[in-house]
Nanobody
Framework: QVQLVESGGGSVQPGGSLRLSCAVS????????IGWFRQAPGKEREGISC????????YYADSVKGRFTISRDNAKNTVYLQMNSLKPEDTAIYYC???????????????WGQGTPVTVSS
């Protein structure tokens, strides 16, 4: 049974940092890419980062480039999203998703976590 479990969300002031985790069971990161998406109230789900399975290539949306860093620990089968210099516009529910390759399109991902909320506010 495939399961993705996000954790690490919370409330933080602008300029602060959070690290999200996506713990994966049911498949290994050797064969699946993991993407991070977010959805703010009233907005569409946005792909913000992805790490590929094959060579560990990293992808970032322009909105988070230079502030967010994706990484993985294959031994723990876990992917992380380090978020620095957070802004109020980063407020959203953050989801991790798994599929065989990275894509900006949420529809192609077969597996999803339940989401973890991030609020950036003073």
């Amino acid at each position: 049974q495939v399961q993705l479990v996000e954790s690490g969300g919370g409330s933080v002031q602008p300029g602060g940092s959070l690290r999200l985790s996506c713990a994966v069971s049911g498949f290994t990161l050797d064969y699946y890419a993991i993407g991070w998406f977010r959805q703010a109230p009233g907005k569409e789900r946005e792909g913000i980062s992805c790490i590929s399975s094959s060579d560990g290539s990293l992808y970032y949306a322009d909105s988070v480039k230079g502030r967010f860093t994706i990484s993985r620990d294959n031994a723990k089968n876990t992917v992380y999203l380090q978020m620095n210099s957070l802004k109020p516009e980063d407020t959203a529910i953050y989801y991790c998703a798994g599929d065989t390759y990275c894509s900006d399109y949420a529809d192609i991902y077969d597996y999803w976590g339940q989401g973890t909320p991030v609020t950036v506010s003073s």
